[in-house]
């Protein structure tokens, strides 16, 4: 099962692609924790990465391909995999299109994961406090939402023109919307 998890910022797409990992035996990929580990070694690319990111802004498209391809040819992914933060552009979604034509492994499914925006900023501001992100201050916060709906929410229009988008509500408890989103994942395989 090859997957894209679709969602604002803290619409939950973390904590639900970690479970779905388990439950669905493929790896979790998440473009912003391979960014956060480059910065956390200090590498090139992290160096380059990491104002961007505290911005609030997108990480060159360039970049995010190469790391992408990268983690792609690892074996692990032969069986399927969860992406979680990429494709967050029209660009990147025609790339990632482009990239898994040429291994053969098409996307199956996107979830999107919807959430409306205040909500989205409570619960930013409270994983600030608990887990003290670099990028969760108020003025990064409104750059990702605004990059979000400038520049991702068009994705959502580009896999449901395709006939590979499921929309989940992604209010609730976490294991409510994770049963939607197993729902929604298998009905489609079926
Ligand atoms: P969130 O969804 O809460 O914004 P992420 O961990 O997905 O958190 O991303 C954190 C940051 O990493 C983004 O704001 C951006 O700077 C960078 N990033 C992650 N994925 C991408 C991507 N696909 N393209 C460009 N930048 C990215």
Known sequence: MRLVLLGAPGS????QAARLKDALGVPHIS???????EVAAGSALGLQAKAVMERGELVSDQILLGMLEDRLSRPDTSVGFILDGYPRNLAQANALDGLLERIGQPVDLAVQLDVGTELLIQRI?????????SDDNPESVRNRLRVYTDQTAPVIDYY???GKLACVFGVGDMDEVF???LKAVR???A
């Open 12 to 15: 939950g797409k973390g904590t």
């Open 187 to 189: 009905g489609s395989a």
């Open 31 to 37: 473009t912003g924790d391979l960014l956060r580990a």
């Open 125 to 133: 501001a409270s994983r600030a406090q608990l887990e003290g992100r």
């Open 160 to 162: 449901r023109e395709r």
């Open 179 to 181: 049963a939607r989103i």
